[in-house]
């Protein structure tokens, strides 16, 4: 089974705070992506990366950053928490979409507030 | 640009009602089509999937159809259970790309 890990369910940080988010997959894939998650909004790409050190910046970039130093291993950085990025993050992972139709595995999300 | 418009919700059943979501896409070319679920506390699944035209999708008793005429990829279920309470999430994913866009999410409950 893929699994998609990340490394907190919940957490709570303060205003200007920076924050790691931390994500690792288990299947070898190519593919990793950051959304996050909000009512009436759906899913929303953040970054994504498809290979250790690359990068490219998805729909909403503006007040994070990410690093992939390992294939298994992909981080979202808020590098100065402010209110309105509480929320759902989602990380996911993927093969390299070489073919139509290839899936993306979720992980179960951290639900970041910011007080 | 490429979206994907889903219908709102929350949707409520009773169980054993016949469900529809439906689903509209904005792409050129020929886009796969998905159909993602949250259970309540994780993360999403995917549930079913379409590559082309005319394909129809299928899993666990949800059946969705690509229809390239209408741009749609309306999401149905005969006789929906309790179990099947869940926010469900239409996606695209446009030829040659490698990322997936995802419409609002339609909450569905069913009730006894």
């Known amino acids: 089974d893929v699994k998609v890990t990340q490394s907190s369910r919940y957490l709570v940080k303060r205003t200007g705070e920076k924050v790691f988010l931390e994500c690792v997959q288990d299947?070898?894939?190519?593919?990793m992506f950051w959304y996050r998650q909000d009512p009436g909004l759906g899913l929303r790409l953040i970054y994504f990366?498809?290979?250790?050190?690359?990068?490219e910046k998805g729909d909403i970039p503006e007040g994070y950053s990410v690093s992939r130093e390992k294939k298994e291993r992909f981080s979202l950085i808020l590098e100065s928490a402010s209110t309105n990025q509480t929320s759902m993050y989602l990380c996911a992972s993927s093969f390299i979409w070489d073919y139509k139709g290839r899936e993306q595995f979720f992980g179960p999300g951290t639900r970041l507030t910011v007080l | 640009g490429d979206s994907v418009t889903q219908m709102e919700g929350p949707v409520t059943l009773s169980e054993e009602a016949f469900l529809t979501i439906n689903c509209t896409y904005t792409?050129?070319?020929?886009?796969?089509l998905f159909w993602y679920v949250q259970y309540p506390g994780e993360g999403l699944q995917l549930l079913l999937k379409?590559?082309?035209?005319?394909d129809k999708g299928s899993n666990k008793g949800f059946e969705a159809t690509y229809r390239k005429e209408t741009t749609s990829f309306h999401l149905e279920k005969g006789s929906v259970q309790v179990s099947d309470s869940a926010v469900y999430f239409c996606?695209?994913?446009?030829?040659?790309?490698?990322?997936?866009?995802f419409g609002t999410g339609t909450q569905l409950k069913v009730e006894l």
């Open positions: 379409a590559t082309k035209a005319d």
């Open positions: 299947m070898d894939h190519e593919n």
């Open positions: 996606a695209q994913q446009t030829e040659g790309g490698n990322k997936l866009t």
């Open positions: 792409a050129t070319g020929y886009p796969s």
């Open positions: 990366s498809y290979d250790v050190k690359m990068k």
